[in-house]
């Protein structure tokens, strides 16, 4: 017999507090679509490999779906809805401008990596040039092939 336990987890996604009774075997990247209706953050590979899950926990890029869900009790999630305020986040409004993205699919998790990327770069004092954008974003794949133009969307954020 399987039994299964659920814990009540609280976190913030996207500046709204959440508090959830949560299957322990729960994804974070499947209470985000599932239950929060944050459809944004797309399921890929389901095993780490795509990135398409990338959302940031407490500030750091994460593939959702290898995160169990109350690992993330009183972190702080952002997702791509919740990159933009009144405005686009600097990210996003250089993707558009660079056109980098074709079918879209993977944009949200690339939007997410971009956004994490850069505060790590800042944290550290890094200047990014085209060949750290393109290794730090190695862990998002884009079937489309847009990466030149996400390395330059980048790059233009990162100025």
């Known amino acids: 017999m399987i039994t299964t336990t659920a814990t009540r987890v609280t976190f913030e996604v996207n500046g709204r507090n959440s508090e959830l009774l949560l299957d322990n075997r729960c994804t974070l990247l499947d209470v985000l679509r599932e239950q ?15 990135g398409a899950c990338t959302v940031l926990l407490g500030g750091r890029r994460v593939n959702s779906c290898l995160v169990l869900a109350v690992t993330a009790d009183g972190s702080v999630v952002t997702t791509v809805e919740g990159l933009a305020g009144d405005d686009l986040h600097p990210v996003q409004q250089a993707f ?12 949200p998790g690339q939007l997410c990596s ?17 060949p750290a954008v393109r290794e730090g ?12 133009h ?3 969307a980048v790059l233009e954020a990162a100025s």
Request: a negative charge; proline letters at 2%; hydrophobic letters at 35%.
């Open 36 to 50: 929060l209706a944050l459809t944004g953050t797309k399921k890929g590979c389901d095993h780490g490999q795509c």
């Open 137 to 148: 974003m190695s862990g998002n794949i884009c079937r489309c092939g847009a990466y030149p």
């Open 96 to 107: 558009l401008d660079h056109d980098a993205f074709q079918c879209g699919f993977c944009t």
């Open 114 to 130: 971009a956004v994490g990327l850069l505060a790590e770069a800042e944290a550290a004092g890094q200047v990014l040039d085209e």
């Open 150 to 152: 996400i390395v330059r």
